[in-house]
């Protein structure tokens, strides 16, 4: 099974702050990258695919970047509704399993 | 809009059985994987199963193989969950998710609001 691994498991940011969140496979898996926001109580909702599509609807604040093991998920400028959790997951093969997970919270 | 409506969940014994359904609207059902996703409360999400657009292909994770046997109706635009021989660490929070695939990339492009499933005598 393909290992996804999160960094940080938390972080606290000020709004307007750049925010980067890191993922680590273990083993290569091209592009096949997704990331997900979960806010308290709520559905997770998809942000990224494919390692850096946008999925519509989602504000171009949220990037995705990265190929075969590392992979970056950056807020450029946090809004006060991104505190939350943030998740990757690989669709390389099954099962497809998720990373633990990165708190966003207020500074 | 598009909408996912689990049901099916609750209290139930170890060794026990229940059924999950999720009930979709605003998308195209037939042309859409489905998956089941679950998340211990707390703690992080757990990837469960998936069937394709027309059900022959389906995939389980190793801790619900044998268990657990996901199904659909593109008929009545439904998802289901059968879940047998409960154990305590099945009780979730269980997702029902559509599956979008875009040439090998399969990403969860909608969820549901979960239903709860607990697992305790």
């Known amino acids: 099974d393909i290992q996804m691994t999160q960094s940080p498991s938390s972080l606290s940011a000020s709004v307007g702050d750049r925010v980067t969140i890191t993922c680590r496979a273990s083993?290569?898996?091209?592009?096949?990258l997704n990331w997900y926001q979960q806010r308290p109580g709520k559905a997770p909702k998809l942000l990224i695919y494919?390692?850096?599509s946008l999925q519509s609807g989602v504000p171009s604040r949220f990037g995705g970047s990265g190929s075969g093991t590392d992979f970056i998920l950056t807020i450029s400028s946090l809004q006060p509704e991104d505190f939350a959790t943030y998740y990757c997951?690989?669709?390389?093969?099954?099962?497809?399993?998720f990373g633990g997970g990165t708190k966003v919270d207020i500074k | 809009q598009v909408q996912l409506v689990e049901s099916g969940g609750g209290l139930a014994k170890p060794g026990g059985s229940l059924r999950l359904s999720c009930a979709v609207s605003g998308i195209y059902f037939s042309d859409y994987y489905m998956s089941w996703i679950r998340q211990v409360p707390g703690k992080g999400l757990e990837w469960v199963s998936y069937i394709s657009d027309n059900g022959i292909t389906i995939k389980y994770a190793d801790s619900v193989k044998g268990r657990f046997t996901i199904s659909r109706d593109n008929a009545k635009k439904s998802l289901y969950l059968q879940i047998n021989s409960l154990r305590a660490e099945d009780t979730a929070v269980y997702y029902c998710?559509?599956?979008?695939?875009?040439?090998?990339?399969?990403?969860?492009?909608?969820w549901g609001q979960g239903t709860l499933v607990t697992v305790s005598s």
């Open positions: 997951q690989h669709s390389y093969s099954t099962p497809l399993t």
């Open positions: 083993q290569n898996i091209r592009t096949f």
């Open positions: 494919a390692a850096s």
């Open positions: 998710a559509s599956t979008a695939y875009l040439g090998e990339v399969y990403y969860f492009d909608y």
